[in-house]
């Protein structure tokens, strides 16, 4: 018997939603609610439709920011009230927030501050984090999926979730389609590595990225490899402004998903030696495009993502960090800056050391560099990165729900 499951995705978010609710397994209708700052599929719109929909659309996303700013102030996570519809009818709610509903409701998590709109120090506060906990051990909850082992593993932690109740939790992990490389002639290797803008500091995520490690690896080893490129996406600090000196480096702010799609198809070696991070989807964007992955073993999802010496290298690093939010298990972190001050001043001898050794290995090897790429690529096109184990895990988990 089909089930309909009613997607109630609350901004915009990863491509990977949409292949999520796009292509569901054979026995769920997917419906999609088109909500406060969500994108439309609809193929055909007249520009006077399109005028009055940009004009709402603004303003529910200012709704949605008033909406936020106060459960943010009375330090309260997001919570979504889903009133009966008589124009549709479905069996479950599908949401990245929590949601009170008479219908049973699956909540998808990549990470924890999700559900409190990325304000991660209410993740310090002892009645948030027990509200969550009362949502997610209700009986209208039927299962918390995450992105991960290791996302999964930090929420029962940081909720402190009793065994008997961890059977809820469950890993699925996103999936996306196997991409095909551009055919290229030269003798380049090309070198990609992608950052981004943290919100309360752009120097943070070069530091928290690994920025800094894949400069200096670049610097010493395009010393002696002439053929060597790079293409850097993210924010550069004043102190390390030199290396946009570096011979053959494109340098980016910012891509479009178009853009970067294209540099993949065009890359060699992908790096990303992050220190901690959220999940890291584009691991698994990277292994679609059949590229291997250069990564540091950190304490969240590379050593899950990348098996070393099948699919890249996970090197060891002098220090493991935990994501700044879950950072008060750690008695040294007391706060955002501190935890910021010692990436910037965290001196990784043995990480650079390590991550130059693996990366001149991939150089003067191609064909290591084509078999681990290969190896990637079948985990996202026939294993657990690919829609037909996904679906599978998730035929199985509607089913099992009563």
Request: hydrophobic share 35%.
């Given at each position: 018997?089909?089930?309909?499951?009613?997607?109630?995705i609350?901004?915009?978010?990863?491509?990977?939603?949409?292949?999520?609710?796009?292509?569901?397994?054979?026995?769920?209708?997917?419906?999609?609610?088109e909500?406060?700052?969500?994108?439309?599929f609809?193929?055909?719109?007249?520009?006077n439709?399109?005028?009055?929909?940009?004009?709402?659309?603004?303003?529910?996303?200012?709704?949605?920011?008033?909406?936020?700013g106060?459960?943010?102030?009375?330090?309260?996570p997001?919570?979504?009230?889903?009133?009966?519809?008589?124009?549709?009818?479905?069996?479950?709610?599908?949401?990245?927030?929590?949601?009170?509903?008479?219908?049973?409701?699956?909540?998808?998590?990549?990470?924890?501050?999700?559900?409190?709109?990325?304000?991660?120090?209410?993740?310090?506060?002892?009645?948030?984090?027990?509200?969550i906990?009362?949502?997610?051990?209700?009986?209208?909850?039927?299962?918390?999926?995450?992105?991960?082992?290791?996302?999964?593993?930090?929420?029962?932690q940081?909720?402190?979730?009793?065994?008997?109740?961890q059977?809820?939790?469950?890993?699925?992990?996103?999936?996306?389609?196997?991409?095909?490389?551009?055919?290229?002639?030269?003798?380049l290797?090309?070198?990609?590595?992608?950052?981004?803008?943290?919100?309360?500091?752009?120097?943070?995520?070069?530091?928290?990225?690994?920025?800094?490690?894949?400069?200096?690896?670049?610097?010493?080893?395009?010393?002696?490899?002439?053929?060597?490129?790079?293409?850097y996406?993210?924010?550069i600090?004043?102190?390390?402004?030199?290396?946009?000196q570096?011979?053959?480096?494109?340098?980016?702010?910012?891509?479009?998903y178009?853009?970067?799609?294209?540099?993949?198809?065009n890359?060699?070696?992908?790096?990303?030696p992050t220190?901690?991070?959220?999940?890291?989807?584009?691991?698994?964007?990277?292994?679609?495009?059949?590229?291997?992955?250069?990564?540091?073993?950190?304490?969240?999802?590379?050593?899950?993502?990348?098996?070393?010496n099948?699919t890249?290298?996970?090197?060891?690093?002098?220090?493991?960090?935990?994501y700044f939010?879950?950072?008060k298990y750690?008695?040294?972190?007391?706060?955002?800056?501190?935890?910021?001050d010692n990436?910037?001043?965290?001196?990784?001898?043995?990480g650079?050391?390590?991550f130059i050794?693996?990366?001149?290995?991939l150089?003067?090897?191609?064909?290591?560099?084509?078999?681990l790429?290969?190896?990637?690529?079948?985990?996202?096109?026939?294993?657990?990165?690919?829609?037909?184990?996904?679906?599978?895990?998730?035929?199985?988990?509607?089913?099992?729900?009563?």
């Amino acid at each position: 018997m089909n089930k309909k499951v009613l997607y109630f995705i609350y901004k915009d978010r990863h491509p990977a939603f949409r292949l999520l609710y796009e292509k569901p397994p054979i026995n769920i209708k997917n419906i999609f609610k088109e909500n406060i700052n969500d994108i439309s599929f609809e193929s055909k719109t007249s520009e006077n439709q399109f005028s009055k929909r940009s004009s709402l659309k603004n303003l529910k996303i200012t709704i949605k920011n008033l909406f936020s700013g106060l459960f943010n102030l009375l330090k309260l996570p997001i919570i979504i009230p889903v009133l009966p519809s008589r124009r549709i009818s479905y069996d479950y709610i599908f949401s990245d927030k929590l949601v009170v509903s008479k219908k049973p409701f699956i909540c998808y998590v990549d990470y924890i501050g999700n559900l409190v709109n990325w304000n991660d120090l209410l993740l310090k506060s002892t009645l948030c984090l027990s509200i969550i906990k009362k949502f997610f051990l209700s009986k209208r909850c039927k299962y918390v999926f995450n992105w991960s082992k290791s996302a999964k593993n930090q929420l029962i932690q940081v909720l402190n979730i009793p065994k008997s109740k961890q059977h809820k939790f469950k890993t699925i992990y996103p999936s996306i389609e196997g991409k095909v490389k551009s055919v290229r002639n030269d003798n380049l290797v090309r070198l990609l590595f992608i950052s981004s803008v943290a919100k309360f500091d752009k120097n943070f995520n070069f530091y928290m990225k690994g920025g800094k490690l894949v400069l200096q690896s670049y610097e010493k080893l395009k010393s002696k490899y002439n053929n060597l490129q790079l293409t850097y996406i993210g924010y550069i600090p004043e102190e390390y402004k030199h290396f946009e000196q570096l011979p053959d480096v494109d340098f980016y702010p910012r891509v479009s998903y178009a853009h970067l799609m294209e540099l993949y198809s065009n890359t060699d070696i992908f790096l990303f030696p992050t220190y901690a991070d959220v999940f890291g989807f584009t691991f698994i964007e990277a292994m679609a495009y059949g590229l291997p992955i250069i990564c540091i073993n950190n304490n969240s999802t590379a050593p899950e993502l990348v098996i070393d010496n099948k699919t890249g290298f996970v090197v060891e690093t002098s220090q493991k960090f935990l994501y700044f939010p879950l950072s008060k298990y750690c008695p040294d972190w007391i706060s955002k800056m501190r935890y910021y001050d010692n990436l910037r001043n965290y001196d990784d001898s043995r990480g650079l050391n390590n991550f130059i050794e693996k990366l001149e290995l991939l150089i003067v090897n191609k064909e290591l560099r084509e078999e681990l790429g290969r190896n990637g690529r079948e985990r996202v096109v026939n294993g657990i990165f690919s829609l037909e184990y996904r679906n599978k895990k998730l035929f199985n988990l509607f089913n099992n729900s009563n």
